[in-house]
């Protein structure tokens, strides 16, 4: 790999810690998300069971710290305490893009250190989709999950952040094809993931029809790639990317709202962009996913001169989801998919214009009303 591009991977680190790369104008959409309190709880705290199955693994928790890094030497440090975190609290870690290391064997520690320090929980692979579309195939797809003994490989589409990039690859035709390939030649669970500008009906729908295992929607509302690449723009001191990046700053498909478009098919849904507390994660959940991931706050934990943090964060994240579980009365991940939720505002105006009943969230579970209990 050019030095060229591992200088890339790291300025993107870089951009994510030291500047504002978030959403703007456009969140998530979990504020427009309401869990109905039930005064009531039919069981104990301590019975919530909030384990999940993940690409042929029982995970504690249904969290995974999503793709970060991996390529570059400052990389192996962070893989090393996302992969001891990991595995520590039984959660699924999946490693940055793999190219790196496809390109230069050297580098090949980078990733595979998050294997070494998380040898039995689920561990993810990661490739570019705009990669596939022009040279990978079967082979490296391999080669890719032998490395780190992956669990699961994820094709990431990141076509915002190509359009917005000096470096940028904006080919994507036969990427599609190639898909299709990957999943009838490989036995290893296939994950399709944006990066920050989620995933619509229509895609969910053609991922489907392939038999794409997971989809992570990876929606708008967290971390911006067309942020990250308009300070990248700055530094340099190219103009013309820089207005083309603060253009799309706010681009793409909110999370929660992306969600409801994935769910319902045969897919699992893994939900990220955005999602920084147990709360997010238990709405998520609700919403129809069945995992979520987490990025840009990982990365700044790892920065934290406290090495605790990263783990209290979990630990955080656990007792929030928890938490709201026990107070809409939902013991297992499965009753809090089929709790009762409203859905409000933007997220419902768009849902309803995409043909979606949102009213069907808000009394999923049977609702005696008042009249029908007083016949009895
Ligand atoms: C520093 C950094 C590097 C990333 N690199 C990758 C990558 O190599 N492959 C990938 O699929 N996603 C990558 N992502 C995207 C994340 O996995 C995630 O989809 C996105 O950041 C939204 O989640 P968040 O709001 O929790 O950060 C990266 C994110 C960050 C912050």
Excluded at 203 to 227: H, M, Q
Excluded at 284 to 291: M, V
Excluded at 331 to 339: I, M, R, T, V, W
Aim: proline content about 3%; hydrophobic content about 40%.
């Amino acid at each position: 790999m050019s030095e060229k591009t591992r200088n890339r991977k790291w300025e993107h680190i870089q951009a994510c810690i030291k500047k504002d790369v978030n959403f703007r104008s456009k969140k998530t959409g979990f504020e427009d998300v309401e869990l109905i309190h039930r005064a009531i709880p039919r069981f104990n705290f301590n019975e919530i069971d909030i384990s999940v199955d993940f690409a042929g693994k029982t995970l504690k928790a249904p969290l995974m710290i999503n793709a970060i890094t991996g390529g570059h030497e400052k990389a192996l440090k962070i893989n090393e305490i996302l992969g001891e975190t990991a595995e520590k609290h039984g959660i699924a870690m999946q490693v940055g893009s793999q190219r790196a290391a496809l390109e230069d064997p050297s580098l090949v520690s980078t990733y595979s250190i998050a294997r070494e320090k998380a040898p039995t929980t689920v561990l993810v692979g990661n490739l570019g989709g705009a990669q596939f579309a022009m040279e990978y195939g079967i082979e490296e797809a391999k080669n890719a999950i032998k490395m780190i003994k992956a669990d699961a490989l994820a094709i990431h589409l990141n076509y915002l952040q190509e359009c917005v990039q000096e470096e940028g690859n904006k080919v994507s035709k036969g990427l599609y094809d190639k898909l299709k390939t990957l999943k009838s030649a490989l036995s290893t669970p296939l994950i399709v993931k944006e990066t920050g500008c989620g995933i619509s009906v229509e895609e969910a729908g053609d991922l489907n029809d392939i038999g794409i295992d997971y989809i992570d929607v990876s929606g708008a509302g967290g971390t911006s790639w067309a942020a990250v690449e308009f300070h990248r723009a700055l530094d340099k001191k190219q103009p013309l990317l820089a207005n083309l990046a603060k253009t799309y700053w706010d681009w793409g498909i909110p999370t929660a709202i992306s969600i409801v478009e994935c769910s319902g098919g045969p897919a699992r849904i893994i939900a990220s962009g955005g999602i920084r507390t147990g709360l997010e994660v238990a709405k998520a959940i609700s919403l129809g996913a069945d995992l979520v991931g987490i990025s840009l706050p990982f990365l700044n934990l790892v920065q934290d001169k406290d090495p605790n943090k990263i783990h209290q964060y979990v630990e955080t994240l656990i007792i929030e989801l928890k938490t709201a579980m026990f107070l809409i009365n939902s013991k297992n991940l499965e009753e809090l998919k089929s709790a009762n939720l409203i859905i409000r505002g933007n997220t419902a105006e768009w849902l309803s214009f995409r043909g979606f009943e949102v009213k069907k969230f808000a009394h999923r579970q049977r609702i005696a009303l008042p009249e029908e209990k007083n016949k009895k």
